[in-house]
């Protein structure tokens, strides 16, 4: 009897511990490259040179607080080879020393592990539900605006109401907002070549980097926008936006488009983040790269992924069509 109550207990331990063994398996090592890299907005160059694999490995390790000898020991590989990866990065001013006074080379973007997601997944998801409905609050008289603009009148509505809602205001007006209102998101810190954007790069999941890429350029008079989840190979200009029947504002159309979209995310969306300001930055300070980035780095991200999660669901809910790849208009610039 004694010998078959402990070959229970035996068991019941061994069940027991076999979550916990499987767990311990699954955990990630602390340097790999399954990591993803986005930014806002989308840099050409920045995402080139995240494609290469020593350089997202060198921006893991920097987050581990390693130098570049421990990260060439754990790679295998020489110190001298990392060091030309290392000068890229910081010629596109993703990494380096952030002082004199502190020489180790850091990241400049946060490096966010799948553990601070977690941390942060009921409070992302909740944000994103209630902006979402702070929106759609306002869908009529956004739908009545677009419908309005004579040089969107080919375009199917769902199309259409993608183009104004997820790239004029999500992807566009927004991020003006936060950058006037300064308070959570100022413009993004100086990189390469005079750009200012966020970054970041993320462990295990694309989707966690942020889908929707946006890029904006002025050309001819006109800014031009691209938007989806790919970027053109080649930038396309106005007569190839024309020839394909995209969308073109002129001035009056133009005009309308900036003021209503600057004024709804102005007076009506941004309050919901100014009013959840402070849980947005104990938020920040949940997850590891707290130690060395600025809260607004944090934020970048965050409200990257809310923007997104929003999209996903006007397009689940019948209310955008986003295009396949990618989609492109272009609007008058304003006169300087």
Known sequence: MKTQVRAKVLVLIALLSTP???????????????????????????????????????????????????????????????????????????????????????????????????????????????????????????????????GAKDIPKQRLMYKVVVSGVLFGGMEEAFFADKTLLPPGPRR???????????????????????????????????????????????????????????????????TFIALLCRDHLLPFFKNNRQEFFTLAGQIESAKYIARAEFFGWYYNQIANMVADQLSAAGRVAPPAEYDVYALKSPLR
């Open 20 to 150: 916990v063994q499987a767990q311990r398996k699954a955990e990630r090592p602390r340097l790999h490259s399954d990591f993803y890299f986005g930014s806002s907005a989308a840099s050409r160059e920045a995402l080139q040179l995240m494609e290469k694999e020593q350089a997202r490995l060198l921006l893991v390790g920097f987050h581990q607080g390693w130098d570049i000898p421990r990260i060439a020991r754990e790679m295998k590989t020489s110190a001298d080879e990392l060091n030309v990866v290392y000068d890229e990065l910081a010629s596109q001013r993703l990494a380096g020393s952030r002082s004199s006074e502190y020489e180790e080379p850091q990241p400049f973007i946060p490096v966010i592990r799948e553990r601070d997601v977690q941390r942060l997944r009921t409070s992302l998801d909740r944000h994103a539900r209630e902006f979402a409905a702070t929106l759609e609050s306002r869908w009529v008289e956004i739908e009545s605006m677009a419908t309005a603009l004579s």
């Open 192 to 258: 390469a070549r005079d750009q200012r954007f966020y970054a970041w790069l993320v462990e295990g999941d694309p989707a966690l980097a942020g889908v929707i890429k946006r890029e904006s350029r002025e050309s001819g008079g006109y800014t031009i926008v691209s938007i989806g989840k790919a970027l053109p190979k080649e930038r396309p200009g106005l007569e190839e936006i024309r020839a394909a029947g995209g969308m073109i504002l002129e001035d009056a159309d133009a005009r309308r488009f900036r």
